[in-house]
Antibody, heavy 121, light 106 residues
């Protein structure tokens, strides 16, 4: 069955960096686009970034552009989110999610359990 | 960027009621509209994709409609396990924005 497992969250000081990972299994990872979505405590979902199935294109929310970088290693079935220059407002649970694809209108059909990032001094 | 606005932000219902949540896009998104359910401490779950298509395994009491800028999620005969947060999301293009959410309470 499809599984997405995030890791790498934790407490980090403002201005520092953190890298999140999302290990995928149960499907052909290299044929799906992947997203990161975050949710600050008590707040709505916020889309963060998208990477195409082959890694050839990436897209970012304005709130993280220039600070965050999404990447993937299809040989390891793993998605990454490199987060630099972290701010208090980046505190959130970060989810990775699979994009079902163009044929279905790009819904996010599988999600990981989330990993909490807390930015605090 | 496309803004998504849901209404109401919260609503109360009883088991067996029919419930409707609306979502409006700031521009025409055709049917690139998805609905998710989220329970406390859990990841979101896809309910409806492409405005009106029921995701596999989702009960048929859930339905979606709309196109262009105005969309609706309907739950016929609400069950106890349906009390949760609901989000619409546009997948017309990046950034793939979500609505602010609607909390369905008993």
């Amino acid at each position: 069955q499809v599984q997405l497992v995030e890791s790498g969250g934790g407490v980090v000081q403002p201005g520092r960096s953190l890298r999140l990972s999302c290990a995928a299994s149960g499907f052909t990872f290299s044929t799906y686009g992947m997203h990161w979505v975050r949710q600050a405590p008590g707040k709505a979902l916020e889309w963060v970034a998208l990477i195409w199935y082959d890694g050839s294109n990436q897209y970012y929310a304005d709130s993280v552009k220039g600070r965050f970088s999404i990447s993937r290693d299809n040989s390891k079935n793993t998605l990454y989110l490199q987060m630099n220059s972290l701010r208090a407002e980046d505190t959130a649970v970060y989810y990775c999610a699979r994009d079902l694809g163009y044929k279905y209108g790009h819904p996010f059909d599988y999600w990981g359990q989330g990993t909490l990032v807390t930015v605090s001094s | 960027d496309i803004q998504m606005t849901q209404s109401p932000s919260s609503l109360s219902a009883s088991v067996g009621d029919r419930v409707t949540i609306t979502c409006r896009a700031s521009q025409n998104i055709s049917t690139y509209l998805n609905w998710y359910q989220q329970k406390p401490g859990k990841a979101p779950k896809l309910l409806i994709f492409a405005a009106s298509n029921l995701q596999s395994g989702v009960p048929s009491r859930f339905s979606g409609s709309g196109s262009g800028t105005d969309f609706t999620l309907t739950i016929d005969s609400v069950q106890r396990e349906d009390f949760a947060d609901y989000y619409c999301q546009q997948s017309y293009g990046a950034p793939y924005s979500f609505g602010q959410g609607a909390k369905l309470e008993i």
